[in-house]
């Protein structure tokens, strides 16, 4: 990050030159992966945030301001997430909802910490963004990796009687820590083994070797840290040679694109996801509002977009300003009624009271465990 250093005074520059002029809007950036492989992580955050401005708008916005929506592609990949944060503070964007995946986020979050902006994520699960310390303008509405490796694990030595255990990830900040994590857990139970623990190279078109060095490990379930692009080649692979064990993966591959990619090959996989929230009547209601808007269902991590825009505009307005410290004191001081819940922050950023489920694909759909 050294490098960027004469485009944050850059940045900073134009971001003092919007805030000497009178404020007319509340702009909610939207960075993520809008295009390519993990879009469908993506987009779903930027219509949660379209619907939640449109629903603050029809009561005459915050503050007496418009809550304008503005979306910026970065494809998950680092190099782009820092470009697509120089953006929004250059538009003098208000609070950030994003980044998706915790490569991206890690990449960017200095940016939106130089300019003093609260940046959200709905799905960036790594550890390190809240455990570190060192990000005090970031906030999640999802559980941390930790927790879900730990349910990941515990569940392949618990429920499925693994005793011997492959593990795979792709080497990203996000899978690669995922894994590092499930086999800490599996090390320090003692009720199985970690035979293989290996990464594997995002985009490869064949993943053959990888599946090779499972098979022969001897491994009774294979555990896999990563994005359903790789999780359903290995998956295609593993039962096109016979392999049988159990998959277990985490919220990465809990998509309804890794089934449609998978086909066949997926039923049985299970994943870790966001904890079921289907009793929750402001689910129902952001779920009822996507259809009628899109014509279709939401797709993965939009309750916790839906509910990370709900957070952001709620402190605002609790906060009765946009000033950045008033904003972090209302997120970590005022609940909010959301589709994940009553929720509110920690010192850390983490909101409390969210969690995972392990989920399963029964007949072409991921289904809660039981």
Not at 31 to 47: C, E, F, H, I, K
Not at 57 to 84: F, H, I, R, S, Y
Not at 291 to 299: D, I, L, M, Q, V
């Amino acid at each position: 990050m050294r490098k960027i250093s004469s485009a944050f005074a850059v940045a900073a520059a134009v971001a003092l030159m919007g805030t000497a002029a009178q404020a007319k809007d509340i702009i909610l950036g939207v960075p993520g992966a809008q295009s390519g492989d993990l879009a469908s992580y993506g987009l779903p955050t930027v219509n949660a945030a379209k619907l939640v401005a449109e629903q603050y708008n029809a009561k005459g916005g915050v503050l007496g301001m418009k809550v304008k929506v503005v979306p910026q592609d970065d494809q998950c990949k680092p190099e782009l997430a820092t470009n697509a944060a120089f953006k929004l503070v250059s538009e003098n964007v208000t609070v950030a909802l994003g980044h998706i995946c915790s490569g991206a986020t890690k990449a960017a979050l200095p940016i939106y910490k130089e300019s003093k902006i609260v940046l959200m994520s709905p799905s960036a699960t790594n550890p390190e963004l809240t455990l570190g310390g060192g990000y005090p303008n970031f906030f999640r509405t999802i559980a941390r990796d930790d927790a879900q490796a730990r349910l990941a694990a515990s569940f392949a030595m618990d429920k499925l009687g693994a005793k011997t255990i492959a593990i795979i990830h792709d080497k990203g900040d996000y899978g690669k820590g995922f894994a590092e994590w499930a086999q800490k857990v599996v090390e320090e139970s003692k009720k199985a083994k970690v035979v293989l623990f290996e990464g594997v190279t995002p985009g490869a078109i064949d993943y053959s070797a990888a599946v090779q060095k499972v098979k022969d490990s001897g491994a009774d379930a294979l555990i896999f840290g990563g994005y359903h692009p790789e999780a359903s080649k290995i998956v295609m692979a593993m039962r096109k040679k016979d392999m049988k064990i159990p998959f277990v993966s985490d919220d990465g591959v809990k998509d309804d694109t890794f089934i449609k990619v998978a086909g066949e090959f997926a039923e049985g996989v299970y994943a870790s996801g966001p904890k079921d929230i289907s009793g929750n009547p402001l689910h129902k209601e952001a779920v009822e509002a996507h259809k009628k808007a899109f014509n279709a269902e939401p797709g993965a991590f939009f309750d916790n977009a839906y509910s990370a825009a709900l957070a952001l505009l709620n402190a605002i307005e609790k906060a009765k300003s946009t000033d950045y410290d008033k904003v972090v004191k209302a997120l970590q001081t005022e609940y909010v009624e959301t589709p994940v819940g009553k929720i509110r922050f920690d010192k850390q950023g983490d909101a409390e009271g969210v969690g995972f489920d392990v989920y399963q694909v029964v007949k072409g759909q991921f289904v809660k465990v039981q």
